[in-house]
């Protein structure tokens, strides 16, 4: 899921690039639940020269409330990653709703100060929010539009930094993108190679498959503890005489 409250931080172009990065090698959907339906505008482009991504966003009537229930039942077992754009304004109950599917969270972050005051606002609503902590996704931060040797780029780094919130990269502020996005395409699907920027999505991918490998190790020791523990349980009402019998 790609999330964050305010608008115009690059929610639906890391939606679109990661999307035709991961497609590059595994079977993808997207979820757009933004009302301005922006990334299912770019899927409907890409449509004519790449259609490999299925469009499961639910219809404007449906809402977030409806995308668990119906995810389940529409989704292809084929489809290995579901990436899920979300709407400005993000906030509970939705994104709680959203926090219970989600594996993993990218939050894109401008470097203008009110991009930063109003993040910090919403990494502060996650951090504390009950479904959050019952279930903590994996978070990730890219730092978006970036110039480097900027007073703005320094406070944010500071500021993430501050949060404890990794950092996963941090994407040039380029021209590529919209080129990329009026075409339906992905930066690494340009006729010219972008290759630094490239190199930004290449970290991005091994993150994503770092988090997976670490959620994976999680549920297993999650598992194990859960088995452990169900069978120390039947073992102690199985063997063990109840404390009369014992003393009789
Ligand atoms: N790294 C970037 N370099 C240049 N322009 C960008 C970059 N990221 C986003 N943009 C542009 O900024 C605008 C807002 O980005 P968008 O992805 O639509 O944000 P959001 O979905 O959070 O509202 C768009 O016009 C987009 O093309
Ligand atoms: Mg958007």
Redesign the pocket.
Known sequence: M?A?A???????????NLITHLSEQHSVGLIDL?PQH??SYWLQMRDEIKPTVTNYSPKSNEGANHTRSWMKHKVGREVRYLVC?TP?GLQSPDLDRLLVDADILLI?V?PSQIDIHATAGFVQQLLLNPQYRAKPVRLGVIM???KRNTLSFQKLTRFLSSLKIPVITA????????KA?EEGRGINEMTKRYDSDIADWQRILAWINKAERQQAVAMERKQARETLAQGSEQLLSKNIPPAEAVKD
Do not use: C, E, I
């Not at 305010?6 to 679109?16: A, E, H, R, S």
């Open positions: 790609v964050n305010k608008g115009g931080v690059g929610k639906t172009t890391v939606t679109t933004d922006s990334a754009d400005a894109p401008a978006n539009r970036v994407l040039r502020d380029t021209q590529n993108y919209l996005v």
